[in-house]
């Protein structure tokens, strides 16, 4: 069975800097990698995914992540960090291969200071 | 032009009650499920509809039934509701069926509360 873990209960990062969200998976088949981002009191957003192809996504509002085979990861990365960033993360796969629920991680809270 | 709405918002009710949670999308997606949310944000599936048909199928008690009417609607009847059934529920959708490489869009959520 498939799963994924997100190691950082929470990320700290002032604003400007660069900031990373981690993100490592496990499946037996090739993995259908997902970003979300949840503002308080709504429901998840799409960000960005690794389906196959070029191993660095880009996504909306200049995240982009980069899918390493060989370390089972998809961390989750942007430039420079905005306050209005600040927000909860949510890594999830798939196991591409025949048909699979999508299982999420356990979530991590990004947290932008000005 | 709401892409994924949940009615209730908000839903408050005694233990042993027996509530509707609405989901509608207006995407054209032929896959929904039905998410819950836990207080410490944990996130997990309970079921999924293709096209009306029941594909996903969690460990969730059967005092909680989902009904398809069409694939653009799926509902949550909640029988018996007990403290532990208090969560956030969110529906999503998504096209190409739930084993495909379509992402999920999600709706608001219900935050449902049994005292």
């Known amino acids: 069975a498939q799963s994924v873990a997100q190691p950082e209960d929470q990320v700290n990062v002032a604003e400007g800097n660069p900031l990373t969200v981690k993100c490592t998976y496990s499946v037996s088949g090739n993995p259908y990698l997902f970003w979300y981002v949840q503002y308080p009191n709504r429901g998840l957003q799409f960000l960005l995914k690794?389906?196959?192809?070029?191993?660095l996504v880009k996504g909306s509002y200049g995240f982009e992540a980069e899918f390493n085979k060989s370390q089972t990861s998809f961390h989750l990365k942007k430039p420079s960090a905005l306050v209005s960033d600040s927000a909860l993360y949510f890594c999830?796969?798939?196991?591409?291969?025949?048909?699979?629920?999508?299982?999420f991680g356990t979530g991590t809270r990004l947290l932008v200071s000005p | 032009d709401t892409a994924v709405s949940q009615t209730p918002k908000y839903l408050v009710t005694q233990m042993g009650n027996d509530k509707s949670i609405k989901c509608e999308q207006n995407l054209g997606h032929d896959t929904m499920y039905w998410y819950k949310q836990d207080s410490k944000k944990f996130l997990k599936i309970m079921f999924s509809?293709?096209?009306?048909?029941?594909?996903i199928n969690e460990t969730v008690p059967n005092r909680f039934s989902p009904k398809s009417p069409d694939k653009a609607h799926l509902n949550l009847h909640i029988n018996s509701l007990e403290l532990g059934d208090s969560a956030v529920y969110f529906c999503a959708s998504s096209q190409g069926g739930a084993g495909g490489p379509g992402e999920q869009f999600f709706g608001p959520g219900t935050r449902l509360t049994v005292l």
């Open positions: 509809y293709n096209n009306k048909e029941l594909i």
């Open positions: 690794y389906i196959t192809g070029d191993n």
């Open positions: 999830a796969v798939r196991d591409g291969t025949g048909f699979q629920k999508l299982v």
